[in-house]
């Protein structure tokens, strides 16, 4: 069965530092897609970042990079030059299986950065 | 390119009552999935849609369903709401097949209903 596991209800990190935001998945399927998104106060659902089962190459977008350990079965998010802008809830997501099948999301992690 | 939209924002429902949540998918998407977030939680999948059919469901009872338009518009539809189903429900559209697919989710804002 899939699993998300986000294990920090809560995360402070000083203005213009990097953090990392954990996340752990379970999954037989050997192909698969991780996600990363933030949900600000407002509620809109943010797109951050994306890894393939398959891809070789760690992700990065911008500020923000996954740091995926595939035997470890872990896809942290690290977001660099932390910004006031960045506070938010923060969703590890993972769908089992290519683009179509469902996506089920982590318990999230709220991140506070502190000026 | 338009958006993902969802109406109504925001609805208040008494216990028993019959509520329908709708959305609009972005344009040249072809599945929709529907979300459950309780507050201070993460979204619990409640079904997909793909091409007008339901290709999954997670854990949520029967009185629970949808419908996909072949304009690919979506319905949420609850019955015989409860206390718990208070909760914001988030509708997200994505792209199945493709090349170079990610399979993205691009979600609505969402419709924030309060069942008292």
């Known amino acids: 069965a899939q699993k998300i596991t986000q294990t920090q209800p809560g995360m402070f990190v000083q203005e213009k530092e990097a953090v990392t935001l954990d996340c752990t998945y379970d999954t037989s399927d050997p192909s698969y897609g991780l996600f990363w998104y933030k949900q600000p106060s407002s509620g809109e659902m943010i797109f951050l970042i994306y890894?393939?089962?398959?891809?070789?190459q760690n992700a990065t977008e911008g500020r923000y990079s996954l740091n995926f350990q595939k035997a470890r079965k872990s896809a942290n998010l690290v977001i660099s030059a932390s910004q006031l802008g960045d506070s938010a809830m923060y969703f590890c997501?993972?769908?089992?299986?290519?683009?179509?099948?469902?996506?089920?999301f982590g318990a999230g992690t709220r991140l506070f950065v502190k000026a | 390119e338009t958006g993902v939209t969802q109406s109504p924002t925001h609805l208040i429902k008494t216990r028993g009552q019959q509520v329908t949540l709708r959305c609009s998918s972005q344009?040249?998407?072809?599945?929709v999935s529907w979300y459950q977030q309780a507050l201070g939680q993460g979204p619990q999948f409640i079904f997909q849609?793909?091409?007008?059919?339901?290709?999954g469901r997670g854990n949520f009872p029967p009185r629970f369903s949808g419908l996909q338009f072949p304009n690919y518009s979506s319905e949420l539809n609850v019955n015989a709401l409860e206390l718990d189903d208070s909760a914001l429900y988030l509708c997200?559209?994505?792209?199945?097949?493709?090349?170079?697919?990610?399979?993205?989710?691009?979600f609505g804002e969402g419709s924030r209903l309060t069942v008292l």
């Open positions: 849609y793909y091409r007008e059919e339901e290709n």
């Open positions: 997200a559209s994505s792209l199945a097949g493709g090349p170079s697919n990610t399979g993205e989710l691009f």
């Open positions: 344009s040249g998407h072809n599945t």
């Open positions: 997501a993972m769908r089992e299986g290519p683009p179509g099948f469902k996506t089920i």
């Open positions: 890894q393939g089962s398959y891809d070789q």
